[in-house]
């Protein structure tokens, strides 16, 4: 699939920019600070219905203007359609001139793949990252895990809020039972979903890591949650409930789960330098990718932000010129040529947009 035109109206630094975008590879070139992230945020905007940075959507409107709207026009082998999102006091949402009510309608529309300089922290930080990928990459696909996962998510709520009643206003125990049943059915559900999706990553990110080292490296990734054995798992809860109790918190479950990825059989987060960090969080994008396109059977949209801060220049080539029939949105300091049919060039300044001969 590809996006054909993107337009943005008070989005950030721009006032209006209509862009046209290639089939193929488009770069967004300029200096720091221009509005280049701002395009793949628009993207972005466009695919899931929120930012990947703003905090509040009030940021993502130019801070002289009320309201702002970005509009993808997109074509897929089946279908073309239109998506539009406007920001004022609330946000509305456009399918094809329809508004949607809710968020997950919008989901499978438009389909992104996204890659930028703070992805290293899926294999440096802290859990709740690992969660995050997987999270956004199986919500793009399969709304119902958003449904099951938020799902979880109340009755996790439902279930801490319980425990500090009992702590602090000596409520009975007997409700925990009930509780305890319904985090530990959909704990099961979510936890489904995340191994089928960590199995399917596996095999692609094998190979892709072959590719990217010249064999030199086998990867591997490990799922790690208690929540795979419903018996197991209902008797880990039974096990901490006293603990919980104290602490007013649910200690174990899918909202704990994690990933850990393996070089040459070695732990990459204890083992791991700043390279083969960088060059594993390549692969799982790319494995991303490849399980995204296996899944909706056409290949979604590349967004790929300060790339070249990411790669030498030859991997880029490379990589770009291996890449296939995927439109990619690649936005960097320095401008670059690859041989190549549809490579459109943009240069970014203070918020306009300046197309230039590729
Ligand atoms: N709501 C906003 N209104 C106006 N300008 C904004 C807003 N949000 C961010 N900006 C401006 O956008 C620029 C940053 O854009 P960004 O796309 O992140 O830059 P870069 O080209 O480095 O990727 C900064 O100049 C910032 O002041
Ligand atoms: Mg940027």
Not at 145 to 156: A, D, E, P, Q, S
Not at 208 to 232: A, F, L, M
Not at 250 to 262: C, E, L, Q
Request: net charge neutral; proline share 1%.
């Amino acid at each position: 699939m590809w996006i054909e035109k993107l337009s943005v109206n008070n989005f950030r630094n721009y006032n209006t920019e209509e862009i046209n975008l290639s089939k193929g590879i488009n770069v967004f070139y300029g200096e720091n600070a221009q509005g280049k992230t701002n395009i793949i945020e628009a993207i972005y905007l466009c695919a899931v219905g929120k930012s990947f940075r703003a905090k509040s959507d009030r940021q993502m409107i130019n801070i002289d203007s009320d309201t702002a709207f970005v509009e993808a026009e997109f074509k897929k082998s089946d279908r073309e359609g239109k998506v539009k999102v406007v920001l004022d006091s609330k946000k509305s949402i456009f399918l094809n001139g329809v508004k949607i009510k809710k968020l997950s309608e919008l989901i499978s529309n438009l389909n992104i793949v996204i890659f930028t300089p703070d992805d290293i922290n899926i294999l440096k930080g802290s859990p709740d990252n690992r969660r995050r990928f997987l999270d956004m990459m199986i919500g793009q696909l399969k709304p119902n895990y958003i449904f099951v996962l938020n799902n979880y998510r109340k009755v996790l709520e439902q279930r801490n809020f319980y425990l500090r009643q009992i702590r602090e206003e000596g409520k009975s125990e007997d409700f925990l039972d009930v509780l305890d049943e319904k985090l530990i059915d959909l704990a099961n559900k979510v936890y489904i979903y995340r191994k089928e999706f960590v199995q399917k990553i596996e095999k692609e990110l094998i190979f892709q890591h072959k590719e990217i080292t010249n064999n030199r490296e086998n990867i591997s990734i490990k799922y790690i949650s208690e929540c795979g054995d419903i018996e197991k798992f209902k008797k880990v809860l039974l096990s901490r409930r006293k603990l919980d109790i104290f602490k007013g918190f649910t200690s174990k479950g899918v909202h704990r789960d994690d990933f850990s990825i393996f070089i040459n059989d070695r732990e990459l987060s204890v083992f791991g330098s700043q390279g083969q960090h960088r060059t594993a969080v390549l692969s799982l994008k790319l494995a991303e990718l490849a399980v995204v396109k296996t899944e909706i059977d056409e290949y979604p949209i590349l967004l790929l932000d300060d790339f070249m801060s990411e790669l030498d220049k030859g991997r880029i080539h490379n990589f770009l010129e291996k890449i296939g029939d995927i439109q990619v949105i690649i936005t960097c300091t320095d401008k670059f040529n690859i041989e190549k049919n549809d490579f459109f060039v943009y240069n970014v300044r203070d918020g306009y947009i300046y197309k230039e001969d590729s």
